[in-house]
Every structure is written in C-alpha cells, then in structure tokens.
C-alpha cells in the first residue's frame, strides 16, 4: 500500500486548506484512514480518522468544528478540508491507512496505522 498525500502550503491565518491523500495498492477501499500532524520540535498528534465505510469519524478536539475529513472510495482518496486555520496548525500533516480495521487500536493511536505517507506541509502565517 504507498499513500500520497498533497495540497499542503502557505496560507493565512483564518484561510481553508483541502489536504488529500491517494491510496493504491491492495484494496484501499477497506481501510480505515487517518490523519496526523507533527509541528517542529513536537510529538506526532492525531487529527482526524475515518473509517473504511465512512460511516464513522473522529477528530481531535483542537480541530472539531473545523476540519472535515471524508472520503471517495471510488477513487481511493481521502480528504481533509481544512477550515479557520490557525498559526497552531502548522505542521507536517501525514495521512495513514489501517488494513486490519481495528486490531485494538482506538483511531487515535500510531499504531492502529501500518501504512504511512510521506507527509505534506501546512504553514499557517498570523
């Protein structure tokens, strides 16, 4: 499984950024996807989740009432509208996708994923 994941850039403070994140590989459609975000000098963090049906999502609460994730398992992609961005919100957000669709893991844990992307900047400028 590779995940690309794209649409990160410099934006101001308040501003929208979409991210997404493009699966290929075996069957991408039945994982459960997620998203994380490391700023410089800090712990990798969860942000958002979806499952493989899309039927359920989870966001951390920094970013509830104003992130979206979805996904369009036609096109193996999943999607993070990012809105009323702030400075704190700069990162390198990495999506991540789970084969095994649980394995014990809650949806905001590393190791639920076994697959990882390489990473996409966020810089949100005040």
Known sequence: ?????????????????????????????????????????????????????GHTTDYSDSVKGRFTISRDNAKNTVHLQMNTLIPEDTAIYFCAADRTRGGGWPYTSPRKYQHWGQGTLVTVSS
Not at 1 to 13: F, I, K, M, T, Y
Not at 24 to 47: C, I, L, N, Y
Request: net charge positive.
């Open 1 to 53: 499984v590779q995940l690309q994941a794209s649409g990160g850039g410099l934006v101001q403070a308040g501003g929208s950024l979409r991210l997404s994140c493009a699966a290929s590989g075996r069957t991408p459609s039945t994982f459960d996807m997620g998203w994380f975000r490391q700023a410089p000098g800090k712990k990798r963090e969860f942000v958002s989740a979806i499952s493989w049906s």
